[in-house]
């Protein structure tokens, strides 16, 4: 079983829905948890952290369920500029160590 | 400024060259770290470097050795790869090695191996 793992999608949106999709995590001492954006051919960028708390940012919405071990993200009022691969990451379980998600592809069309 | 800086952006090596792959960041970071991205997966680690000290080497190849000059400077030296090793190379920084900080990464290097 991969340590953090996504449905890789894709996502097919249409421009101005909500998308939402989850990340589960196998490590339960996995500390701290992010939202990377990637597109293609480009480096990873990061999105947002994850707190237990949850959090916005503008449009977007993030969740943490340490008890079921996965995180959220949602995706409020899509635009085409969000069609992205958004990739999950799981860190501190040992070290400074992120451990990415497969990614999951989300495609906002017009 | 959460900038990182990659050079080259391109390599093209033969199999029996040796190059080196360069990362510099100046946001005072204490963590660097080498991945590997394949097309369609996500970034493997390969390094990570705390406070200027190996901390981290994922079972990597010996081809395939880091170098922390300074807290600022974070080089990869490449010798002997192989074709399959043709990948995208990233370099990222953190501000701690500690668990709860969230990474940066560069442009990439994208790493052709003939």
């Known amino acids: 079983r991969k340590e953090v793992e996504q449905d890789p999608g894709p996502f097919n949106v249409p421009e101005g829905a909500t998308v939402a999709f989850n990340c589960t995590y196998s490590n339960s001492a996995s500390q701290s948890f992010f939202w990377y954006r990637q597109d293609c051919r480009k480096e990873p960028k990061l999105l947002m952290s994850?707190?237990?708390s949850g959090n916005e940012d503008g449009r977007f919405t993030a969740q943490l369920n340490r008890a079921s071990q996965y995180i959220s993200l949602l995706i409020r009022d899509s635009k085409l500029s969000d069609s992205a691969t958004y990739l999950c990451v799981a860190n501190g379980a040992a070290g400074n160590k992120l451990t990415f998600g497969g990614g999951t592809r989300v495609l906002v069309k017009p | 400024d959460t900038e990182v800086t990659q050079t080259p952006k391109h390599l093209v090596m033969g199999m029996t060259n040796k190059k080196s792959l360069k990362c510099e960041q100046h946001m005072g970071h204490r963590a660097m770290y080498w991945y590997k991205q394949k097309a369609k997966k996500p970034p493997e680690l390969m390094f990570v470097y705390s406070y200027e000290k190996l901390s981290i080497n994922e079972s990597v190849p010996s081809r395939f050795s880091p170098e922390c000059p300074n807290s600022s400077l974070l080089n990869l030296h490449l010798h002997a790869l192989q074709p399959e090793d043709s990948a995208l190379y990233l370099c990222a920084s953190s501000p701690t090695d500690r668990g709860n900080t969230e990474a940066f990464f560069g442009q990439g290097t994208r790493l052709t191996v003939v």
């Open positions: 994850v707190y237990s």
